[in-house]
């Protein structure tokens, strides 16, 4: 069965400054992978997704996020971030076609002026 | 992108009473939508998925007679919790996936229910 692990729940950094939120899966299959920002009281909103090609993902607001199978690794980054960043980011990984979503815990991302 | 939504945004209701959560897609079909869970400071915990036409899949220890799930059409599916108790309150979301938007799910506002 996957697994994801986000392995921060809180990330403080400066305004401006780059930032990296960390997620690993574990899979014995060929996996889909996702980031879901999560805005206080809010739904989520897909930030990226990997299906297949290129390892490097672009998303929305300037974030990016690259696939390294051998890692098994799906870490999201972002240059320079800004005050409204300031959210719960979520990783998630579905095994294939038609299969259900499985979230990692979460990490805060806290964006300081 | 694709747009679901979820009504109502808010529910307060007394101990033993039913409330129903609906879960819209707003411009195209989802055949499988999915209900989850979220308590305070924690992950989405899947509970279901529901399938158009058919019976809804519920994750193991999800009570299916307590949380009654209906996907009557192609654009609507909707969680009832009968008899709520406190310990139900929870921040409900669904999400349902766009055939057309490669495997990806699309989720709704959620619902904050309070039971009292």
Known sequence: ?113 | GAVVSQHPSWVICKSGTSVKIECRSLDFQATTMFWYRQFPKQSLMLMATSNEGSKATYEQGVEKDKFLINHASLTLSTLTVTSAHPEDSSFYICSARDPGGGETQYFGPGTRLLVL
Request: hydrophobic share 35%; net charge neutral; aromatic share 12%.
């Open chain 1, 1 to 113: 069965a996957q697994s994801v692990t986000q392995l921060d729940s809180q990330v403080p950094v400066f305004e401006e400054a780059p930032v990296e939120l960390r997620c690993n899966y574990s899979s014995s299959v060929s996996v889909y992978l996702f980031w879901y920002v999560q805005y206080p009281n809010q739904g989520l909103q897909l930030l990226l997704k990997y299906l297949s090609g290129s390892t490097l993902v672009k998303g929305i607001n300037g974030f990016e996020a690259e696939f390294n199978k051998s890692q098994t690794s799906f870490h999201l980054r972002k240059p320079s971030v800004h005050i409204s960043d300031t959210a719960e980011y979520f990783c998630a990984v579905s095994e294939g076609m038609g299969n259900k979503l499985v979230f990692g815990a979460g990490t805060i991302l806290r964006v300081k002026s």
